[in-house]
């Protein structure tokens, strides 16, 4: 073998034989033991309905992932994000739209809005014929209507009145 002289190795009078090899092994881990029959013939009731829901959950994924399998690509995309987000992860960002594209899309939504509503009035007019509406008893309409209305005129014809003239005293 040959080693590095360096100046430890130097002041050790035989280097070779105080020299040691380690060799490295990585940790195994200890291989489950398979239960006896005298313990798979006792039925732990709490034991046996954990693996029950576990095979159901196992067995609901698979069929999620078959039913995936014969989509189109894109509409497999769609259900693989729906898969992890209901398993718990986060859902995908919005995708960027420009500004100019964005506001020209709302525009257009508010326009065929306006349009449905407009299609939904006439109908409505067609079809009740016009009714008018009713007052109700509560209106303030109806408890001022004996009482009436002061007009800005009458207001204005006592402001307007004669004035009264002053008498003047004579000496």
């Not at 009078?13 to 490295?24: A, D, M, T, Y």
């Not at 009731?45 to 698979?62: N, W």
């Not at 718990?88 to 020209?104: D, I, R």
């Not at 009035?121 to 009436?148: A, P």
Request: aromatic share 4%.
């Amino acid at each position: 073998m040959s080693l590095i002289m360096t100046k430890a190795a130097l002041a050790m009078k035989n280097p070779e034989v105080n020299f040691k090899v380690v060799k490295f092994e990585a940790h195994k881990p200890k291989k489950k033991k398979v239960a006896d029959n005298s313990d798979n013939n006792e039925i732990r009731p709490g034991s046996q309905q954990s693996s029950k829901d576990l095979d159901l959950k196992k067995i609901r994924h698979e069929v999620v992932k078959f039913g995936m399998s014969g989509f189109d690509p894109t509409k497999k995309e769609e259900a693989r994000i729906a898969l992890a987000v209901s398993l718990g992860a986060k859902p995908p960002k919005k995708e960027y739209v420009n500004y100019k594209e964005l506001m020209e899309k709302r525009k257009q939504e508010k326009k065929k809005e306006l349009e449905d509503k407009q299609q939904m009035r006439s109908k409505s007019i067609l079809q009740t014929g016009g009714k008018k509406k009713k007052k109700g008893n509560n209106d303030v309409g109806h408890l001022l209507s004996s009482y009436g209305k002061v007009k800005k005129n009458d207001l204005k014809k006592d402001d307007k009145g004669p004035k009264k003239k002053k008498k003047s005293k004579i000496i």
